[in-house]
């Protein structure tokens, strides 16, 4: 009789928190990047555009809109296995990749637009990830933080590089090529765990220590969104800033 109640509490759906906040940051002129929190969904988005703002702009709103389409609420009530979960954020990925890519083809003046992006899936008690390029995923519990993603780009490939010349040159992205190659993790969550998805310009200028700092000094989530962006703008606002906070009730 435990166990039934154990396993019966465990495919209970957990109740979670989010919040996400966008900044520009100090040197560039527009905002590339781009975040959805659907928590109709459960499923939350960041993009960081490339390609110059009009193309970066266009790349990481398309991408996000085409992984939204892709994920109806009518299938996430299903109750979803892990396979179905992990083939539905992969099935996303591909058709907002086509989608860029068909784009930047029909629109010669878009030439080279792109963006790298992340998303987290969480169903049951299971938080679903994948990812191309730089952008980041985190996993908070208290004090320990701990980097769920690896970065797809030319520095992280090679530790004998300049990484000055190549930390921005990633070597996966949406919409550059057919294949995008996405990157899957999946996660058990327990109460108080916190999920941060993040643009480079965030992990560039902001240590993993402080982020975990910041977090916990917080008074919500609101208020560590606003605190990390804050914190990558004094370290120099080098570029645009995106931070989506998910946590566990």
Do not use: W
């Not at 490339?50 to 809109?65: P, T």
């Not at 990558?232 to 906070?245: C, K, S, Y």
């Amino acid at each position: 009789m435990i166990n039934f109640f154990r396993n019966l509490f465990n495919n209970q759906p957990i109740k979670l928190q989010s919040f996400g906040r966008t900044d520009v940051g100090k040197m560039r002129q527009h905002n590339e990047d781009s975040f959805s929190l659907r928590p109709d969904q459960n499923l939350y988005l960041v993009a960081d555009g490339m390609g110059g703002h009009k193309g970066g702009e266009v790349a990481s709103r398309l991408a996000i809109e085409k992984v939204i389409e892709t994920i109806p609420v009518t299938e996430l009530k299903k109750n979803l296995s892990p396979e179905a979960c992990r083939h539905l954020l992969m099935e996303g990925f591909r058709k907002a990749n086509n989608t860029v890519l068909s784009y930047g083809t029909r629109k010669p003046e878009m030439a080279g637009l792109g963006c790298t992006m992340i998303g987290c899936l969480v169903m049951g008690k299971q938080a679903h990830i994948c990812h191309v390029g730089d952008v980041r995923g985190y996993l908070i519990q208290g004090r320990l933080i701990r980097q769920i993603t690896a970065d797809h780009s030319l520095a992280a490939m090679n530790d004998n590089s300049d990484e000055s010349q190549a930390k921005n040159i990633v070597t996966r992205c949406i919409g550059v090529s057919p294949d995008n190659s996405p990157e899957y993790h999946m996660l058990e969550l327990s109460g108080g765990d916190q999920i941060l998805l993040c643009s480079d310009g965030l992990l560039n200028m902001v240590s993993d220590e402080e982020i975990t700092a910041i977090i916990n000094r917080a008074a919500s989530l609101q208020d560590a969104c606003n605190h990390l962006i804050n914190r990558a703008n004094d370290a120099g606002g080098r570029d645009n800033i995106t931070a989506v906070l998910i946590k566990v009730d």
